[in-house]
C-alpha cells in the first residue's frame, strides 16, 4: 500500500489553489524550486501526471484532477481537527480526568477546584477516587495525585499541599474509657475499639502507622466498625465508636472544641505532601493549566 507524505498533497493542493507554483511556494513559506521539486517526487512515486506546465499556463491532468477530488475534502477535514485541538490549547474547554484518594478528593481537589468550573463552564472535571497507584496513562487519566514518595520519577509532580500529620481520636463520650482510660502506648490499641478505613483499590483496611523508638510500626486494629470513606470514620468516632486514625487537618475543629480528644500524640507520624503527577512537558492546554495553578501549593497561603 503506498503512502504519501501529507506535506505533498497539501503542497499539490496549494499548487491548485494559486494557480502557480511561485504562490504557492510563498503560501506555504518555501521556494519556487522546492514545490516544483516535491511535484515531481510525488509524479514518479505515483507513475502518473499530474499538471500540465507551459511558460503561460498550468492545468490539471486527468489523473491531477481524480487525486484532488480524493484528497481536497479529507485534508480540509484534518485541518479543520486541528484548528479544534488548537482551541484546546488556547482556550479553557474539554474534559480533565484525575486519579486521587478519597481524602485528596474532598480536602483538596474539591475545595480548590469547585470554583473552577464556575468560572470555566466549559471545562468537565471527573474526579476518579482510587488508592492504587494507577497507570495514568494506561488509564487515560490526565493526572494522578498521590503522596511524595509514591510517584514514579519519570512523572513531573507538583506540590499541592503541606505535609499531613496523623492523629488518633477519640470522643470523650466513648464508654470504654471510662473503663480503660486513655491508651498510654500504640499497641494498647489492638486491645481497644477502632474504627477502620477500608481501602477500595486492595480491599484490606489502612494500617495505622507510628514512630516507636525511632522506627515505623504498622498497627493492624480491630473494632466494631469498617467504612470505606474518611468522612464516615470521622463521623463515627464523633458518635462515640471507637479510636479513629485520621489526618489532623480532618479534624482540627472538632479538637479544638473538645468533641474529640488526641491521644498517642508522641507516637504519630506526618505523612509527606500530596502531589499532582502527569507524564508530559509538552504544552498542556489551556484547561489543564488553569487545574495546575488552581492546586499548585503556596506556603504563603497557609
Known amino acids: 500500500m503506498m503512502k504519501e507524505n501529507i506535506s505533498d498533497l497539501t503542497t499539490f493542493l496549494a499548487?491548485?489553489?494559486?494557480?502557480s507554483?511561485?504562490?504557492a511556494a510563498a503560501k506555504i513559506g518555501t521556494s519556487q524550486s522546492a514545490v516544483s521539486q516535491t511535484i515531481s517526487n510525488l509524479e514518479a512515486r505515483l507513475q502518473l501526471k499530474l499538471l500540465n506546465r507551459t511558460t503561460r499556463s498550468l492545468t490539471l491532468t486527468e489523473a491531477g484532477e481524480r487525486l484532488a477530488q480524493l484528497i481536497g475534502p479529507p485534508l480540509d477535514e484534518i485541518a479543520n481537527g486541528l484548528e479544534q485541538l488548537a482551541e484546546l490549547r488556547d482556550k479553557p474547554a474539554g474534559k480533565i480526568r484525575i486519579s486521587a484518594d478519597k481524602y485528596a478528593i474532598q480536602q483538596i481537589l474539591w475545595p480548590r477546584l469547585a470554583p473552577v468550573?464556575?468560572?470555566?463552564?466549559d471545562i468537565t472535571l471527573e474526579l476518579i477516587t482510587d488508592y492504587g497507584l494507577v497507570d495514568i496513562a494506561k488509564e487515560r487519566f490526565d493526572a494522578g495525585v498521590r503522596r511524595g514518595g509514591l510517584i514514579a520519577q519519570n512523572m513531573i509532580a507538583i506540590p499541592i499541599s503541606a505535609e499531613h500529620r496523623m492523629v488518633v481520636v477519640v470522643s470523650p463520650n466513648n464508654p470504654h474509657?471510662?473503663?480503660?482510660?486513655l491508651p498510654k502506648t500504640p499497641l494498647e490499641l489492638l486491645t481497644r475499639p477502632c474504627i477502620n478505613l477500608q481501602l477500595p483499590t486492595y480491599g484490606q483496611n489502612?494500617?495505622?502507622?507510628?514512630l516507636i523508638d525511632g522506627q515505623e510500626h504498622k498497627l493492624r486494629v480491630k473494632g466494631p466498625l469498617i467504612v470505606n470513606g474518611i468522612n464516615q470514620v470521622?463521623?463515627?468516632?464523633l458518635d462515640g465508636y471507637g479510636f479513629a486514625y485520621v489526618p489532623q487537618a480532618l479534624v482540627q475543629n472538632d479538637i479544638v472544641s473538645g468533641?474529640?480528644?488526641t491521644v498517642l500524640d508522641d507516637f504519630t507520624i506526618t505523612f509527606p505532601s500530596y502531589y499532582l503527577y502527569y507524564t508530559s512537558r509538552l504544552k498542556s492546554s489551556a484547561a489543564f493549566n488553569i487545574i495546575i495553578e488552581s492546586l499548585r501549593y503556596k506556603k504563603s497561603l497557609y
Open 21 to 23: 507554483f511561485t504562490r
Open 206 to 210: 489502612l494500617s495505622w502507622t507510628f
Open 117 to 121: 468550573l464556575k468560572d470555566f463552564p
Open 234 to 237: 470521622h463521623q463515627a468516632c
Open 177 to 181: 474509657l471510662l473503663d480503660q482510660g
Open 15 to 19: 499548487i491548485i489553489q494559486e494557480g
Open 259 to 261: 468533641r474529640l480528644l
